[in-house]
């Protein structure tokens, strides 16, 4: 009876063993992306780059975003929405050649923003950002939701690291 009880025990405790390492895994990865383009984009996200990571109040965080283009771009438009919870604290539409010089030939690009996050955001915020891009005609290029995180202190990483998509 020992034994069992014994052995239940440790089963028990492994069990919860994974489950943290699972999240702490989790909480390690501070910026995530999910494409919420259709398969009609013409230029699919394949790939969200951060830096730093997490973001740090009062400084610039660079967002680069890796696409495939599968025509040229002869101009259109950049919407970046950013949320605190269900709260819309950023909104702004960029011209897309702003990024790019236009025409921007079809094949990989990567589009950089560069936003600066306000010396009074909340430590440890959580911010969804949503980037919509279209050419002249309408046509979307590209649509992400990207969520980061704000660091607690300026003592944070300051490189770039590769994200995590998830489904």
Known sequence: YQRRVHGGLIE????VLVVLVCLAAAAAAEVTWRSCGTERDLCPINNVELAPDPAQKGKPAIFRL???????????????NAYLGSLRIYNDIVDICSYNPCPDPAGPR????TQNIPGLAPSRAAIALNVVATDTNGAQLLCVDINFNVAASASARAQAVPTRQIA
């Open 12 to 15: 028990i405790a492994m069990r």
């Open 66 to 80: 890796s696409c495939n283009s599968s025509a040229v771009t002869a101009g259109g438009e950049v919407t970046l």
């Open 110 to 113: 990567v589009y950089v923003h």
